[in-house]
């Protein structure tokens, strides 16, 4: 893992995402009354307000503050699987005295200051290596898992209100970035989780208005690739990209969309593929 190639990312490419979703959330929020803060999300044991108080605790760990001291062993709750969601439990536990107006201005805060610093650094600060949820990597390539991270979240606290995301909420520069980030991760999936065997190439065809193509390779080991050299997929799994991302995100399918999953090629290997999607811990 550590002989892995850096990510270089445009900065601003992902900073437009990673903006752009932040001010989805702002939108959202600013509309939310006291219930609609408590509503469960499809995430164990969160609710709106822990979403949203996740990640102002992440951001304010990436500005240098130190998370609230817990005040039980987070570790033992049944939903907290890693060092990471410890630290994302701290601050919903903490956040979850407040009131649903509180947090939300706590997001604004901590997003604004985020933003002066993440404008303010040079291509040298953005393309260091650090380390990321991911491994070792560029700060640059961890900003693209926040724009990730805050995007399916976005369609979480969605999902909890019944307030599915339009077409054209769904065609921004965030989605774009979050299907990349996915994206890197699919030969993982392929190789490592689903073992799809040497030979296979395999065809993701996402349709709709989160729409790519994403194409593995096995050979030796799976990796994701540009082209299949003029050779056809030998397993197609074709179907809406919201869906798809709700579908490695380990998250139930969005009622506002289609959940038809269609299968070409090898079956099997298809098949095989599709229940191993879930890939975001």
């Not at 609710?47 to 951001?59: D, F, M, P």
């Not at 397993?235 to 490695?248: K, M, N, S, V, Y």
């Amino acid at each position: 893992m550590a002989n892995r190639p850096l990510t270089v990312l445009d900065k601003s490419d992902v900073l437009a995402g990673l903006f752009a979703v932040w001010d989805a959330l702002d939108a959202l929020l600013a509309e939310l009354s006291a219930t609609d803060w408590q509503a469960p999300s499809p995430l164990p044991g969160w609710n709106v307000q822990a979403l949203v108080s996740h990640i102002v605790g992440t951001e304010s760990f990436l500005l240098g503050i130190a998370a609230p001291e817990p005040d039980i062993d987070v570790s033992a709750l049944a939903h907290v699987r890693n060092p990471i969601g410890v630290m994302n439990e701290i601050w919903v536990r903490r956040l979850s005295e407040e009131a649903g107006g509180e947090v939300f201005q706590r997001f604004r805060e901590v997003t604004a200051k985020r933003r002066k610093a993440l404008a303010s650094l040079t291509d040298d600060e953005w393309n260091a290596a650090t380390t990321t949820p991911s491994g070792p990597d560029t700060y640059g390539r961890f900003m693209r898992i926040r724009a990730f991270d805050c995007w399916m979240h976005e369609q979480d606290i969605r999902a909890a209100l019944s307030r599915p995301s339009s077409d054209d909420e769904l065609a921004g520069p965030a989605s774009r970035l979050a299907l990349d980030e996915i994206s890197s991760s699919m030969g993982f999936v392929v190789g490592k989780l689903a073992k799809a065997p040497d030979g296979s190439r395999v065809l993701f065809e996402l349709t709709g208005p989160v729409a790519c193509d994403i194409r593995v390779s096995v050979d030796g080991r799976a990796q994701v690739v540009d082209d299949f050299g003029g050779q056809e997929p030998t397993a197609t799994i074709r179907l809406d990209g919201l869906q798809f991302t709700r579908l490695t995100g380990g998250r139930p399918m969005s009622p506002a969309r289609p959940q038809d999953i269609d299968l070409d090629g090898d079956n099997d290997v298809a098949a095989n593929i599709v229940e191993r999607l879930k890939f975001v811990i």
